[in-house]
């Protein structure tokens, strides 16, 4: 949601890490209605100044190390950020909350954003339900897996008004380049190879992002206190399909001679250590109890990303001049 779309004051809370980027941030430049605090969550005096200036009505946290290849390469800073990270605002939110009028303390939502990797790999058949058993199998979903838990204990230890959702795979425009839709349009342009781990066989579930948004919002508004909703785009692909479509939709919208059809610049790598098969999400619990469902066929919602790169080459340049560089992440050789 814009800021002030609904008449509503946002405060982003933002370390504005190495896939964090101002110029994502531009169109809101001047707007009263946003504001943006650089803060680490895991800074709790930080927290407590934020929570104490602007005196939110509720709490969505989506901060997090986000990464699986780099949480393969340096999970501690996954386990600091999601774990202690999701503890500390845990806390700076109970320590507000508590301090707060009845009314507004009976109004007050702490909605915590999580992932389906901790539920581990599907097979060929089912999918990821609320009450799913936790199986993590990354240190990226092992570190969502323990803010999951954290989140749920204080709220049936403290009485702390939560909700969690736990959606699929997000897409669509500003994604940092690291996920692999960017990374296959952005490689795809320049002609580059474009890196597929194994034989692409494995399937997720993609959301574009305005569809995930509308979700939160949702929960956020309709949402019983103390529960979980699964959130999904009903877009199963396997990941060589999903590259194969990207390179349709970039050869129609920037065709180049001298590079040919994108597809001829596919070539399977080295599986990543530990890769999870397939992810898929019944979204059955949101639909009927709060009337949600995504907009967005995956072709349709892929078409506006790929257009949106198309149209900011600069955004993409100034994201890319910092540290990383598009190579290989996600050997097991790391911090």
Known sequence: MLAGERGTRVVNVDKLTYAGNPDSLASLEGNPLHALEVVDICDGP???????????????????????????????????????????????????????????????????????????????????????????????????????????????????????????????????????????????????????????????????????????????????????????????????EVVRTVCAVVDELAPDPAIGPREGLVRFVEDRPGHDLRYAIDFSKIRGELGWRPRESFETGLRRTVAWYLENPEWCRRVLSGEYRMERLGTGVGG
């Open 46 to 240: 930080a927290l407590r100044a934020v929570f104490d200036a602007h005196r939110p009505s509720a709490v969505l946290h989506l901060a997090a190390e986000s990464h699986v290849d780099r949480s393969i390469d340096s999970p501690g800073a996954f386990v600091q950020t999601n774990v202690v990270g999701t503890y500390t605002l845990l806390e700076e939110a109970r320590r507000y909350w508590s301090a707060l009028p009845a009314g507004e303390r009976e109004a007050f939502r702490f909605l915590h954003v999580s992932t389906d990797e901790v539920f581990g790999s599907l097979g060929e058949e089912g999918a990821f339900r609320e009450d799913t058993p936790y199986a993590p199998n990354s240190p990226y979903s092992a570190s969502k897996a323990g803010s999951d838990h954290l989140v749920r204990a204080w709220h049936h230890t403290y009485g702390l008004p939560t909700l969690t959702t736990n959606c699929s795979n997000n897409y669509g425009p500003y994604q940092f380049p690291e996920k692999l839709i960017p990374l296959m349009v952005l490689r795809a342009l320049r002609g580059e190879p474009l890196p597929v781990y194994g034989r692409g066989e494995n399937v997720r579930d993609w959301l574009f992002v305005d569809d995930h948004a509308d979700a939160l919002l949702t929960v956020l508004e309709r949402g019983r206190v103390g529960e979980t909703y699964a959130i999904g785009g009903g877009a199963e692909r396997r990941n060589l």
